[in-house]
Nanobody, 121 residues
Framework: QVQVVESGGGLVQAGGSLRLSCTASGLTFDMCWFRQAPGKEREGVSYINWIGSITYYADSVKGRFTISRDSAKNTMYLQMNSLKPEDTAMYYC?????????????????WGQGTQVTVSS
């Protein structure tokens, strides 16, 4: 069974930075960060393929967030800079993308429990 574990969330002031980490046991997968704020649907934030050669970002985070991975450690990172209150959400790591739109959470097989990011104004 593949285990996916996120870490790195916390409380930060607007304009600050956080780095999220996600480790997936087992094989190397295409991976993605999603987030979900209270009362809203889960939305794709950023995607990275299994070797780190392809990345995608939601328009709302382009230029502020950077996704990367260390495949030897099966670990993915999300560097979040210039954080805004609207970035406040539970952030989830997803792995094993089956193809299609990277924004569709239904296309990922393995999920972590999430890590909370709260940005105060």
């Amino acid at each position: 069974q593949v285990q996916v574990v996120e870490s790195g969330g916390g409380l930060v002031q607007a304009g600050g930075s956080l780095r999220l980490s996600c480790t997936a046991s087992g094989l190397t997968f295409d991976m993605c960060w999603f987030r979900q704020a209270p009362g809203k649907e889960r939305e794709g934030v950023s995607y990275i393929n299994w070797i780190g050669s392809i990345t995608y970002y939601a328009d709302s985070v382009k230029g502020r967030f950077t996704i990367s991975r260390d495949s030897a450690k099966n670990t993915m990172y999300l560097q979040m800079n210039s954080l805004k209150p609207e970035d406040t959400a539970m952030y989830y790591c997803a792995a094993y993308f089956s193809g299609g739109s990277w924004l569709n959470p239904a296309l990922y097989k393995y999920w972590g429990q999430g890590t909370q990011v709260t940005v105060s104004s």
